[in-house]
């Protein structure tokens, strides 16, 4: 039996090829025998390109029909697909290249001298391009090949995807994901929230990352059914789509955004069966307003690039407030203390968890992957936590200081490291602090020297000083310039106390 995700996905695409997958804004729609071709002229290409199994794929592009589809290719020919941010700038890319060597690596047109340039020092052999619109080179050079295409052969130990994690020291870490571990979480998700024939998902969250890409688009696969593909959240168009979706997945971002339209309530959503929220913490306060202005309990769940979902809430029975539910069936979760006993309900701990969606390892860093587990086989998650009386998981913080703003991962030393190196800086702390549409933004706690350079200094001047350097979500929301850090016996910057100090910022 061939385990390749793609030959369980296309399994459940319907017999009718003529019926819907992608509808568009423009009111395009893509269809399942769309999906069967485009997909194998790409995979077609790739094998033409001298690609074997196992070799990497990196894509860096806009959310498009077309972007899916190379994603399907790339597991659909064996090889493993890597997505990047499109936010993501030389610095970082230069890094991931260098790291995952892929075979192919496809880029916007905007970005193709950049691209060629660092492809080359990487030894990246083919750069193709893929616009806004899902036109490019990539699809030029698949056009004249064959529609047809047998799907690689793969046992579900081989690796489907490597994403790219942030975590707070150390250099980013690619999680490796293989069939197997896509496939169990794909096929858990798809009955724990109990897709039907019909259900149509409102689809507005990137594809560069586990919840766009794997959750949602795998539930809509092994579905076979339709899904509006928008570029971006957009709340008075996400509006007017939820009167024809049944299926919501997003960002607390999302629920707070359609929170702020005054028309939006109960009949908004009288065809809706059931929003889905995570990549960052739903406040109470959203899910409360949430359920009384429209009569829905949004549905939370747990889970990271690592492993896809490790936990959710029920979909029948109570879903809990503040809680992220429950393990998910096949996953296995503990919360231990320091001496790596079992915690008591409502004790905090270190979440570890244990199942067949759990990650391979990182890429290229065997004594990394080695330390991230225990000798028992449950990953470190980094994650604090704690059981409530029923039994329910809430998560209480993190060990590790990662800033998640808008459901995106932010590496904090990375953002130390630029700012540290301007004139006039001793040294700087950056911190997530509360956000009411982001969760949490990037926040940065600045020491000066008592030098002209360090007066000089100012919030809109370090702001701008690092602005082309990195991704806009990595960038600070705000700086404070202070006299010194505060730190612990063993000189380690308490970065609970920042957080404490400068969280809610008046007038902010």
């Known amino acids: 039996m061939n385990q390749n995700l793609y030959s369980l996905l296309s399994s459940h695409f319907p017999k009718n090829p003529a019926a819907p997958c992608m509808i568009l804004p423009d009111g395009r729609v893509w269809t399942y025998g769309d999906i069967e071709r485009a997909s194998g002229r790409i995979a077609n290409l790739i094998m033409k390109l001298g690609l074997q199994p196992g070799d ?77 619109a899902g036109r490019g080179s990539l699809i030029d050079a698949a056009t004249p090949h064959a529609d047809a295409f047998a799907t690689a052969a793969r046992n579900s130990a081989d690796l489907a995807a490597i994403l790219y994690t942030s975590g707070t020291t150390g250099r980013s870490k690619g999680a490796m994901l293989s069939h197997g571990n896509l496939a169990h979480n794909a096929k858990t998700l798809h009955d724990y929230w109990h897709f039907q024939p019909g259900d149509v998902l409102l689809h507005m969250l990137p594809t560069f990352h586990v919840h766009g890409l794997f959750v949602a688009c795998h539930c809509v696969l092994l579905n076979g059914s339709a899904m509006f593909f928008e570029p971006k959240f957009d709340a008075v168009r996400a509006m007017s789509l939820l009167a024809e979706s049944t299926v919501m997945m997003g960002v607390p971002t999302f629920y707070v955004r359609l929170l702020l339209e005054p028309t939006f309530g109960h009949e908004t959503c009288r065809n809706i069966r059931l929003f889905v929220s995570g990549s960052a913490p739903l406040l109470k306060e959203t899910f409360d307003e949430f359920k009384a202005r429209t009569g829905h309990t949004i ?109 995106l991962n932010v590496y904090p030393k990375e953002i130390e490291d630029l700012i540290d190196a301007m004139p006039g800086v001793v040294e700087s702390a950056v911190i997530g602090l509360p956000h009411p549409d982001f969760g949490e933004a990037v926040s940065a706690v600045v020491v000066r020297q008592k030098n002209p350079a360090g007066k000089a200094l100012t919030e809109s001047g370090i702001i701008a000083a690092i602005k082309d350097r990195l991704a806009n979500f990595k960038v600070p929301k705000w700086v404070y310039l202070v006299d010194e850090l505060p730190r612990n016996a063993m000189g380690k910057v308490q970065k609970n106390i920042l957080r404490k100090n400068y969280s809610p910022m008046p007038g902010r």
């Open 56 to 132: 990497r794929v990196a894509a860096q592009v806009e959310k498009t029909p077309e972007a899916l589809v190379l994603y399907l290719a790339t597991i659909r020919a064996g090889m493993v697909f890597l997505p990047l941010n499109p936010a993501y700038q030389r610095q970082e890319l230069d890094y991931f290249l260098g790291d995952a060597k892929p075979g192919l690596f496809v880029c916007r047109p905007q970005s193709r001298a950049l691209a060629d340039e660092l492809a080359t020092q990487a030894g990246v052999p083919h750069v193709l391009e893929l616009d806004d």
């Open 299 to 407: 549905l939370e769940r747990y889970g990271m690039t690592e492993g896809g979902m490790f936990t959710s809430n029920p979909y029948e029975g109570e879903r809990r407030g503040g809680t992220v539910g429950f393990p998910l069936p096949g996953t296995e979760l503990r919360i231990v203390g320091a001496g790596g006993s079992a915690t008591k309900a409502g004790s905090v701990g270190n979440i570890q968890v244990r199942g067949d969606n759990v990650f391979v390892g990182y890429w290229g860093m065997p004594e990394k992957t080695k330390e991230e587990f225990t000798t028992d086989g449950f990953f470190k998650t980094g994650d604090m936590g704690t059981w409530d009386r029923d039994g329910y998981v809430v998560i209480s913080g993190r060990s590790k200081d990662l800033v998640i703003t808008g459901g």
